[in-house]
């Protein structure tokens, strides 16, 4: 009786075979589901002021500038500036993140004076992100193509038919500071 | 007389409380300019005027003054960090973005010694430039702008 169930159990059997099969695709389904669901957790503006060093600092200077309060209510949330829509940009992001959670582990920019002092090196990060991805998270919304000239008052379209147009300059290199206050800018080009 | 003593505190008490009760308190109410407001309310705000979006550079109106802003400087900062305005207004930048150069009294010290950078006490733009918006002059007037500026 106890060494019939043994063979049983011992010699392989298609049914076990398919058994196996359908554990590993229902358990595959639970942990990419799970993780893709963690992932768009990781992806809200709850989730960013969750922590008081995003609440206290740029999510209160944010909250004065046009992509919080404007006419037409729309409104830029952190990720769609900060991280990338396209899935393998956004895995890249999020890995690099982790020297962000190991900043706010070691308490790198805890009060605000270490904040403003940190200010300058986390700017020029997410401007050099920017610069080297053409602004995308700015063009996810503000496409060239459909932009109206007509509707554009005479400096923008100055600068946008010209250096925007040509590729010579993105977004970033013109619109520092538009939901953020600014580092000290000695050195910064245009500025 | 404990009972005369304490009829005596009563009485007088409430002769007290009612004299106070009689003085009225001027409310304010004076017809300003800004309209009429009492002192125990607050008057709503007036509405917000809509700044000139766009505009070649407007004409001065007298010698002396400061040439007004003809676009928006919605979230245009000036602090010790950074200074929007001069991103293009600043010599350096001007030829390229077509802006108005600002004028070289702008390096000068109070003490008449030129820098060669903004004076800081000329640095805060918005002190003196400000933006425009279509609003009636509060009260009547009979300035003539002047001619020689360019005014018609």
Redesign the interface.
Same mark, same amino acid.
Request: with cysteine; aromatic share 6%; proline share 3%.
């Given at each position: 009786m106890l060494k019939n169930l043994w063979t049983f159990l011992k010699s392989p059997n298609s049914a076990a075979l398919w058994f196996i099969l359908a554990i590993g695709f229902a358990g595959g389904v639970i942990f990419w589901g799970g993780f893709n669901t963690a992932l768009e957790v990781t992806n809200t503006e709850e989730f960013c002021i969750s922590c008081h060093e995003m609440e206290n600092n740029v999510y209160e200077e944010y909250r004065?500038?046009?992509h919080y309060a404007n006419r037409s209510g729309v409104r830029a949330t952190c990720p769609d500036c900060h991280v990338p829509k396209k899935w393998t940009d956004k895995i890249v992001r999020k890995i690099a993140a982790s020297k962000e959670v190991w900043g706010k582990l070691t308490g790198l920019i805890d009060t605000r004076e270490e904040f403003v002092n940190h200010r300058r090196s986390m700017a020029e990060r997410e401007w050099k992100r920017m610069k080297e991805n053409d602004s995308l998270e700015c063009r996810n919304c503000h496409n060239f193509e459909y932009m109206d000239f007509s509707e554009q #008052?005479?400096?923008?379209v100055? %600068?946008h038919s010209d250096a925007l147009a040509s590729g010579e300059k993105t977004c970033i290199d013109c619109h520092k #500071?538009?939901a953020h206050?600014?580092?000290? %800018?000695k050195g910064v080009e245009?500025? | 007389m404990k009972l005369l003593t304490l009829a005596i505190a009563v009485v007088s008490t409430v002769i007290v409380l009612s004299v106070t009760a009689q003085e009225t308190v001027n409310p304010g109410g004076l017809a300003t300019i800004r309209g009429v407001a009492t002192i125990d309310e607050t008057r709503p705000a007036e509405k917000l005027k809509r700044v000139i979006?766009?505009? =070649?550079p407007i004409a001065r109106n007298y010698v002396h003054q400061p040439p007004v802003v003809p676009?928006?400087i919605? *979230?245009y900062?000036v602090d010790? =960090?950074?200074?929007?305005c001069?991103?293009?207004h600043s010599w350096k930048?001007a030829a390229e973005? *077509?802006a108005t150069k600002i004028s070289l009294t702008h390096f000068e010290t109070r003490d008449g010694k030129t820098l060669s950078d903004v004076s800081p006490r000329r640095y805060f733009c918005s002190q003196c430039h400000v933006t425009q918006a279509d609003a009636a002059p509060l009260v009547d007037n009979t300035f003539e702008p002047v001619e020689s500026l360019g005014n018609e």
């Open positions: 004065e500038t046009i #008052g005479n400096r923008s100055k %600068m #500071g538009i206050e600014l580092p000290d %800018m245009h500025w | 979006k766009d505009k =070649n676009h928006q919605r *979230g900062r010790l =960090n950074s200074n929007k001069l991103s293009c930048y973005t *077509g």
